[in-house]
């Protein structure tokens, strides 16, 4: 059986995915000022491999761990949360099949400690 980074299209989708993010969460006048000094050609490289580990493609990850580059930063629950609902958007609008997303919302559902104030 295929990984769910092979089912959700590999690199060229998670990719694609990871900027569509960005390009939704930098135009929410919410969650924009978290990223105004923030180099986000570098956070979307982290952000792609992060994404492709927790698919189960290959294990590039090579940021700090999710707790230690969130901390200081007082995200809010209520921003996490919208992050990741736009996280499973963007995936669904392309085409990410139903067990894919139900697997990134249990991490979504496992990280927010680690991530939010």
Known sequence: MDS???RAG???AVTEAVNRLY???LADDRLAPYF????????KTHMVALLSQVLGGPEAYSGRD???????LDIGRE???LVGAYLIGVLAGLGVDDEVLDAVRGVLAASVDDVAA
């Open 36 to 43: 105004e000094h923030v180099d986000i050609g570098r956070l």
């Open 4 to 6: 769910f980074y092979a």
């Open 66 to 72: 999710l707790r230690m580059a969130h901390m200081g």
């Open 10 to 12: 590999g690199e060229p």
């Open 79 to 81: 921003h996490y949360d």
């Open 23 to 25: 390009r939704v969460i």
